[in-house]
C-alpha cells in the first residue's frame, strides 16, 4: 500500500552535510513508522534511524547519534534524514522504510515496504 523513493544521494566530502528525502505515496503513510538502513559493498544491511508514526519518537544507530536527525511531514508523506558531519564510514546506498504499525524497530524484517536507495558517498 505504499511505494517510497529516495532522493538526495551524492559525492561529499568528509565533514560535509547532506539531506536524503523519501517521498511515499499510498493511503495509510501517516500511521506507518518509517525507517533509514544503509547497506556498503561487501557488507549487511544495517540501521540507521527510525521515527514512529506521529514524529514523537525516534532512534539512531550509535554510528550515526548526534550526527544524523530523521524527521517526517505527514501532510506532504516525505521521510527526511539531515546528515552532518560525514565520515567516509557513511559511505553506502540509504534505504527508506515503512513499517504498517506506528512503533518503530530497529530491524530490516521489521518493515515491509522499501524504497530502491539513493547513493551516498563521502570522500576521505
Known amino acids: 500500500q505504499v511505494q517510497l523513493v529516495e532522493s538526495g544521494g551524492g559525492l561529499v566530502q568528509a565533514g560535509d552535510s547532506l539531506r536524503l528525502s523519501c517521498a511515499a505515496s499510498?493511503?495509510?503513510?501517516?500511521?506507518?513508522?518509517m525507517g533509514w538502513f544503509r547497506q556498503a559493498p561487501g557488507k549487511e544491511r544495517e540501521f540507521v534511524a527510525a521515527?514512529?508514526?506521529?514524529?514523537?519518537?525516534?532512534y539512531y544507530a550509535d554510528s550515526v547519534k548526534g550526527r544524523f536527525t530523521i524527521s517526517r511531514d505527514n501532510a506532504k508523506k516525505t521521510v527526511y534524514l539531515q546528515m552532518n558531519s560525514l565520515k567516509f564510514e557513511d559511505t553506502a546506498v540509504y534505504y527508506c522504510?515503512?513499517?504498517?504499525?506506528?512503533?518503530?524497530?530497529?530491524?530490516?524484517?521489521?518493515?515491509?515496504?522499501w524504497g530502491q536507495g539513493t547513493q551516498v558517498t563521502v570522500s576521505s
Open positions: 499510498g493511503r495509510t503513510f501517516s500511521s506507518y513508522a
Open positions: 522504510a515503512s513499517r504498517r504499525l506506528g512503533v518503530v524497530v530497529r530491524t530490516a524484517s521489521g518493515y515491509d515496504y
Open positions: 521515527i514512529s508514526w506521529s514524529g514523537g519518537s525516534t
